[in-house]
């Protein structure tokens, strides 16, 4: 059984703290890696990806992929309250038909 | 609009109901997908149609019935429900099953069964 563990949270940082989402999943074999965030009520929206081993920067988001120990992991800078949310961290093997979602943690910011 | 639709937004159907779900996007797609969310537990994909063939069917219950007439459309017709199916049902899609660079998902409809 693939999974895909994160903690659920609720995880609160201040306004302008760096929060920090961290995922680890079961298959080594795993090629690609999304981040997803999810306000309440509405549906996953596609924030991040990273395919290979180290760090992808994009504005204030930050993905850390490391294999060897399957750890994924998400930093966000300057934390706004806009960013509360849950963050749902999404795995797929290139051989499978799908991508396998962990429950998600629950980002709270406070201003 | 995340060029994903699906409709309708809210339904509430008793256990002897029939309905359907619906779910059109407007990307050129050719993968689409039904994933069933509860409170608290990770997403469940519940099935994959792949250039309109059904290729994932993850153990669903028969009073779910997908139907995928084009690569475009993608329904799930329900029936004789129980309370427990009550969650947020998402439809996504991607460029193609297996090759994925990312799922876009519709808003979802939150299904209440009374």
């Known amino acids: 059984q693939k999974e895909v563990e994160q903690n659920s949270g609720p995880l609160s940082v201040p306004e302008g703290a760096i929060a920090s989402l961290n995922c680890t999943y079961s298959d080594r074999v795993s090629q690609s890696f999304f981040w997803y965030r999810q306000y309440s009520g509405k549906s996953p929206e596609l924030i991040m990806s990273i395919y290979s081993n180290g760090d992808k920067e994009d504005g204030r988001f930050t993905a850390q992929l490391n294999k060897a120990s399957q750890y994924v992991s998400l930093l966000i800078r300057d934390s706004q309250p806009s960013d509360s949310a849950t963050y749902l961290c999404a795995v797929h093997e290139d051989s499978a038909r799908q991508l396998t979602f962990g429950s998600g943690t629950q980002l709270t910011v406070l201003p | 609009e995340t060029g994903v639709t699906q409709t309708p937004r809210h339904l509430v159907m008793g256990m002897t109901n029939k309905k359907s779900l619906k779910c059109e996007q407007h990307l050129g797609h050719n993968a689409m997908y039904w994933y069933k969310q509860s409170a608290k537990k990770p997403l469940e994909l519940m099935f994959v149609y792949n250039f309109k063939e059904q290729t994932e069917n993850n153990s669903v219950p028969s009073r779910f019935s997908p139907e995928c007439p084009n690569s475009s459309h993608l329904f799930l017709h329900l029936h004789t429900l129980q309370p427990e199916d009550s969650a947020l049902y998402l439809c996504?899609?991607?460029?193609?099953?297996?090759?994925?660079?990312?799922?876009?998902f519709g808003s979802g409809t939150r299904l209440t069964v009374v």
């Open positions: 996504a899609s991607s460029q193609e099953a297996g090759q994925t660079r990312g799922y876009t």
